[in-house]
Structure formats: C-alpha cells, structure tokens
C-alpha cells in the first residue's frame, strides 16, 4: 500500500512563503501522477496543483497560479507545492495525492492514493 506523508505546514502572515513536501513509501509506479488539494471546514476538497512523472506537464488551479509552484523530485519520491504571498483565504488542509498513471487530473476520484493533510494557517 502506498503510503502519502505531507508536512511543511504552519501559521504564517499575510505575503510569507511555505514549501509543503509530500513523500511516498511502500510500493512504487512506473510511473505516476501527483497533486495537491485543499480543503476548508465545511468545504468540498479542491484542487490546487497536479505534475506528471516527469515534470513535462502541470496544471493549476487558475486563481492560484503564479503564486503557487508544483514541483518532484523522483529520487526522493517526494512532491512539493511552494506557496507564495499567501492570503488568509489560503488558510486549508492541504492533502497530496497520487494516481497510478502518468495522466494529469483535476477530479478527485481520479487519484487512488492520498496523505494525512497538512494545515497552513494564514493571518493577517
């Protein structure tokens, strides 16, 4: 079983910066898509980011990019999302995801493998 750990969370002001890392163990793909999402209490999860196995495509949620960066390194089998000039609205859980095929998503049900979440706290 694929198991997803995110950390790199915390509780930042208004205009900081966080990396969020997300690493992979047990059994591993060929090749795989990865991504991230975020959600709100009382909030459906949402997409945020999404990479291919390697790194020739991304995708983003258009509100956030330019702000946001989705990146891999596949020797450590880790992803990450590099959030910049945060906004309080930005305040979320942020789960990372993985589907075992190199064919970038947006919709949820899409990826098979998901992490526990890392809360990002963002205040004025």
């Known amino acids: 079983q694929v198991q997803l750990v995110e950390s790199g969370g915390g509780v930042v002001q208004a205009g900081d910066s966080l990396r969020l890392s997300c690493t992979a163990s047990g059994p591993t793909f060929t090749e795989y898509t990865s991504a991230w999402f975020r959600q709100v209490p009382g909030k459906g999860r949402e997409f945020v980011a999404a990479i291919n196995w390697d790194s020739s495509y991304d995708d983003y949620d258009k509100s956030l990019e330019g702000r946001f960066t989705i990146s891999r390194d596949n020797v450590k089998n880790t992803v990450y999302l590099q959030l910049n000039n945060l906004k309080p609205e930005d305040t979320a859980t942020y789960y990372c995801?993985?589907?075992?095929?190199?064919?970038?998503?947006?919709?949820?049900?899409?990826?098979?493998?998901w992490g526990q979440g890392t809360q990002v706290t963002v205040s004025l």
């Open positions: 995801a993985e589907r075992s095929l190199n064919d970038v998503k947006r919709l949820l049900d899409k990826y098979s493998y």
